[in-house]
């Protein structure tokens, strides 16, 4: 059974950095890609990056430059690291994983975590 388990969120001011960890009890993350989505409220869920099992890396144009995803297969783990953060960061932000590559929307991904605040304050 995959169980994706999201981390390391919380309440931040603009231009600081958090660093949020997605860590898998079913070992997915050996097998394909995993992304990172955010969900604001009142909003519907959008990609924010993914990393297939490779290591390649995409991400959406509103955090590129200043998020960074990483995986260590090893650990079943994945990581979002970001930095100079903005109040429109502000959401709450998912793990989900797949047994392909990557993929940029949430009807392609098969597992979720439960997701994890993040805020950020002006």
């Known amino acids: 059974q995959v169980q994706l388990v999201e981390s390391g969120g919380g309440l931040v001011q603009a231009g600081g950095s958090l660093r949020l960890s997605c860590v898998d009890s079913g070992r997915t993350f050996s097998i394909g890609a995993v992304g990172w989505f955010r969900q604001a409220s009142g909003k519907e869920r959008v990609f924010v990056a993914a990393?297939?099992?490779?290591?390649?890396?995409y991400y959406a144009d509103s955090v590129k430059g200043r998020f960074i995803i990483s995986r260590d297969n090893a650990k079943n783990m994945v990581y979002l690291q970001m930095n100079s953060l903005k109040p429109e960061d502000t959401a709450v932000y998912y793990c989900?994983?797949?047994?392909?590559?990557?993929?940029?929307?949430?009807?392609?991904?098969?597992?979720w975590g439960q997701g994890t605040q993040v805020t950020v304050s002006a």
């Open positions: 990393i297939s099992r490779n290591g390649a890396t």
């Open positions: 989900a994983a797949r047994q392909v590559g990557v993929a940029t929307t949430t009807s392609n991904y098969d597992y």
